[in-house]
């Protein structure tokens, strides 16, 4: 019965994790990007908007497990 509080532990310990690493990548190419002036291909471009994006949605999902486990009084 209590197997999806572990499940929950688990998947908001691995998004976290993953979600930590793109944020670190995404602001190490945003401090390279303002500080040297390069044309950027479109397709390098887009990548990294799509990058920011995906950060984006997995801050909003963390955000949604931690609701789900004060509610079910589950420490993270």
Request: hydrophobic residues 35%.
């Amino acid at each position: 019965m209590e197997d999806w509080k572990d499940r929950l532990k688990a998947e908001y310990a691995q998004t976290k994790e993953r979600y930590e690493k793109l944020k670190a990548y995404n602001n190490k190419k945003e401090v390279e990007s303002n500080l040297i002036e390069v044309t950027m291909k479109q397709e390098d471009y887009y990548n990294g908007r799509l990058m920011k994006e995906q950060q984006s949605v997995m801050g909003e999902y963390l955000h949604i497990l931690e609701l789900r486990a004060e509610l079910a009084h589950i420490e993270l």
